[in-house]
Nanobody, 117 residues
Framework: QVQLVESGGGLVQPGGSLRLSCVVS????????MAWYRQAPGKQREWVAI???????NYVDSVKGRFTISRDNAKNTVDLQMNSLKPEDTGVYFC???????????WGQGTQVTVSA
């Protein structure tokens, strides 16, 4: 059974930075494109950054130039470096595989990011 454990969230002022990390176990991690997703208060969960096993990374327009997704296939981890944070980045952040025509793995608990003065 795949397990996803996210960490690194917290309270930060606008303009600040956070680095999120996700550890994946129970699968051959390197076989999958991975993504970070965000669920803002009162909104549906959406992907914000995708990193394939090979190829180009992709970002939702609202985070381009500010967020960077990376992965370490040796450690089964996927990270999200978030800079120049804005209040609208507030939400619970989750990692999961990115396979558009397949169901995601069971979601982890996520990590809360709050951007506020």
């Amino acid at each position: 059974q795949v397990q996803l454990v996210e960490s690194g969230g917290g309270l930060v002022q606008p303009g600040g930075s956070l680095r999120l990390s996700c550890v994946v176990s129970g699968t051959v991690f390197r076989n999958y494109a991975m993504a970070w997703y965000r669920q803002a208060p009162g909104k549906q969960r959406e992907w914000v950054a995708i990193i394939p096993n090979v190829g180009y990374r992709n970002y939702v327009d609202s985070v381009k130039g500010r967020f960077t997704i990376s992965r370490d296939n040796a450690k089964n981890t996927v990270d999200l470096q978030m800079n120049s944070l804005k209040p609208e980045d507030t939400g619970v952040y989750f990692c999961n595989r990115y396979v558009p025509l397949s169901a995601p793995w069971n979601w982890g608990q996520g990590t809360q990011v709050t951007v506020s003065a």
